[in-house]
């Protein structure tokens, strides 16, 4: 086991409500540590994060979290607010309600416009599986491949189940070459990330595996 790759795929993630600053300086320590593909905080703390990382350390958060009910213009206020504050990462929550009625067209307008406020800077979609039927989740392969942005991911980690291997293999065989996929929520075993990253995940949305890491070092 690569654990070294692994660490290097995870999105090291604090998001709990009571999180204070003291979580987000030894999550972003934690990664700096182990060479983690970012960290994934809350939007209060982007820009205080970033000013403690600097380059050392990709700083992602999350818009229309956990949810994905806020208007558009709230997404794209929030986007425009986390990237000035020093956002290398965004992942937003899809519109679920949107999904619900068939209105995949305004789903993929609105990531559209989440991801030309990104421009260079990377957008990782959440479709939250665990709400969607398989018909649904392909069709969000294709809006996702459409819609100009950069990964599709399984979860939240606050709704009623994370990732599944099987949604991961869904998605392999329905987003286009360039989308890159995330899974997220309920990692808790380097037996899974690895079988993730098999399946073709590019990063792990996680907050437990560098702690797993750690303990198989000592």
Not at 185 to 203: H, Q, V
């Amino acid at each position: 086991m690569d654990t070294k790759k692994i660490a290097g795929s995870v999105d090291h993630t604090q998001l709990a409500q009571t999180a204070t600053w003291s979580d987000i300086q030894q999550l972003c320590d934690e990664a700096v540590e182990y060479g983690t593909a970012s960290v994934c905080i809350p939007p209060f703390f982007v820009k205080q994060a970033k000013e403690y990382v600097g380059e050392k350390m990709a700083v992602c958060t999350v818009i229309g979290f956990p949810n994905g009910y806020n208007t558009t213009a709230v997404k794209r206020y929030e986007t425009e607010e986390a990237l000035a504050n020093g956002a290398d990462e965004i992942d937003m929550v899809i519109n679920l309600g949107w999904v619900k009625e068939g209105r995949f067209d305004l789903v993929e307008q609105e990531i559209r416009v989440l991801k030309k406020v990104c421009g260079e800077k990377i957008l990782k979609v959440i479709i939250e599986t665990c709400l969607l039927t398989d018909e649904e989740k392909i069709q969000m392969c294709h809006v996702v491949s459409d819609s100009g942005a950069d990964y599709i991911k399984t979860s939240t980690g606050f709704s009623k189940a994370g990732a599944t291997f099987a949604d991961i293999a869904l998605f392999a065989a329905h987003v286009a070459d360039h989308v890159k996929m995330k899974a997220a929520g309920g990692i808790s075993t380097l037996e899974d990330a690895e079988k993730f990253l098999e399946l073709g995940a590019s990063r792990l949305g996680t907050s437990r595996i560098v702690k797993l890491i750690r303990q198989q070092e000592n």
